[in-house]
């Protein structure tokens, strides 16, 4: 069992999660964070941090949300970043890379783009 970010994450990217994770398995992508599988030592810190409630214990997600879980696990082999098992993040492992799926969303708006809009109505 392992945490996986989902797509709460997605164009949002908060980053707190990534600030108090005590062995730096959070990793950064173009348009979400990642948790490494194999990295994380289950301590669900970044859990109840998250103010977009975008982590959750592999065993726990929605099956809206399954996805995530490979999701999480294949962007760091050979066909997305080719990161392996990096030991922790530094500013070398941040890419701008998202998994093909993640790609393959719909953008979402930014809080201050839907207030604009809501402004202009």
Known sequence: MALIINSECVDIKDGACTTVCPVDCIYE???MFYIHPDECIECGICESICPVDAIRYD???SEDEAIFVQINREYFEPAVTGLG???GWNRLTTTDQDHPAV???PRKKKEAEI???KEEN
């Open 59 to 61: 065993d726990e997600v």
């Open 29 to 31: 992508g173009g348009r």
């Open 103 to 105: 790609l393959a969303l």
């Open 115 to 117: 207030s604009q809009s």
């Open 85 to 87: 098992e990096p030991g």
